[in-house]
C-alpha cells in the first residue's frame, strides 16, 4: 500500500510569507506526527496528533507554527511569517497508535523549505 | 533528493566488514531506544529498538546494544554491503511518552566496494 506522502517536495519562500505543509498519513493510521530537521542535525520532534487532537504541542518553536489534522487524516502545517531559521526539512511520519510501538513510526520523504 | 547532515561524523567501511555505530544518549530516564536509516531524499527508516530491560538485542544482520550505566547504544550490522550507505539515528523516548522521539545528530556510514 501507499506510505506516507508530503507535498510539496520542494519550497521556496520568501522571508515574511505565510507556508502549509501537507501530509498523507498511511490509511488507517490514527497516530500522526511532525518533526523538523536541519542540515546537520537530527530530528527535533514538533506535534503528535491522536486522530484529530493535539496532545502535545510542546515542540512547535514558536506561535508562528499552526498544525491541524481534519477527518483523522490529512494534516497541514502551517508556517506565518517565514523567517529563514525555519528552513529545513519538515517530516511527517504516522502509526498505528501513539502511545506504543514508536518504533512502527513511518515517515513520508518530506518538504524542503527554504526561506529566502 | 536532498541531503541532510554534510557536516556529519562519518564512518567509511570495506564491503563486507562488519561496521559499529555508536551513540551517547542524554536522559537517564529513557527507557526505549530505536535506530533508524535515512537515505539521501527519504524520511527515516526504523532498523531495530531495544528497552531498557534489555542489554542486547539481534534482528537481521543488525545487533542493538545497550550500556545504560555509561547511557551508551551502538548498532552493529554484519557483512556491510552498499546499500547499507546512509546515515544513521538513534533515538530515545520513555515508554510514558513513547510518540515523543529525541534524535542524536546523526553518523554518515558509507560503504567502500
Known amino acids: 500500500g501507499a506510505g506516507v506522502s508530503q507535498s510539496p517536495s520542494n519550497k521556496v519562500t520568501e522571508k515574511g510569507k505565510d507556508v502549509e505543509l501537507r501530509c498523507d498519513p498511511i490509511?488507517?493510521?490514527?497516530?500522526l506526527y511532525w518533526y523538523r530537521q536541519s542540515l546537520g542535525q537530527g530530528l527535533e520532534f514538533l506535534i503528535y496528533?491522536?486522530?484529530?487532537?493535539?496532545?502535545?504541542k510542546s515542540g512547535l518553536p514558536s506561535d508562528r507554527f499552526s498544525a491541524e489534522r481534519t477527518g483523522g487524516s490529512v494534516s497541514t502545517l502551517t508556517i506565518q511569517r517565514t523567517q529563514q531559521e525555519d528552513s529545513a526539512v519538515y517530516l511527517c511520519?504516522?502509526?498505528?497508535?501513539?502511545?506504543?510501538?514508536?518504533?512502527?513510526?513511518?515517515f513520508g520523504p518530506g518538504t524542503r523549505l527554504t526561506v529566502t | 533528493g536532498e541531503s541532510v547532515g554534510l557536516h556529519l561524523p562519518t564512518l567509511s567501511v570495506q564491503e563486507g566488514d562488519n561496521s559499529i555505530i555508536n551513540c551517547a544518549y542524554s536522559?537517564?530516564?529513557?527507557?526505549?531506544f530505536i535506530w533508524y536509516k535515512q537515505e539521501s531524499g527519504k524520511g527515516p527508516q526504523f532498523i531495530i529498538d531495544?528497552?531498557?530491560?534489555?542489554d542486547k538485542r539481534q534482528g537481521q544482520r543488525v545487533t542493538v546494544l545497550l550500556n545504560k550505566t555509561v547511557k551508551h547504544l551502538s548498532l552493529q550490522i554484519a557483512a556491510t554491503q552498499p546499500g547499507d550507505s546512509a546515515v544513521y539515528f538513534c533515538?530515545?523516548?520513555?515508554?510514558?511518552?513513547?510518540?515523543?522521539?529525541?534524535f542524536g545528530s546523526g553518523t554518515r556510514l558509507l560503504v567502500r566496494p
Open positions: 511520519a504516522s502509526s498505528l497508535a501513539g502511545l506504543a510501538g514508536v518504533g512502527e513510526q513511518y
Open positions: 490509511s488507517g493510521h490514527t497516530a
Open positions: 496528533f491522536q486522530g484529530n487532537s493535539a496532545p502535545d
Open positions: 536522559n537517564s530516564a529513557s527507557d526505549y
Open positions: 531495544i528497552r531498557s530491560n534489555m
Open positions: 533515538a530515545e523516548s520513555r515508554m510514558d511518552s513513547s510518540y515523543k522521539l529525541i
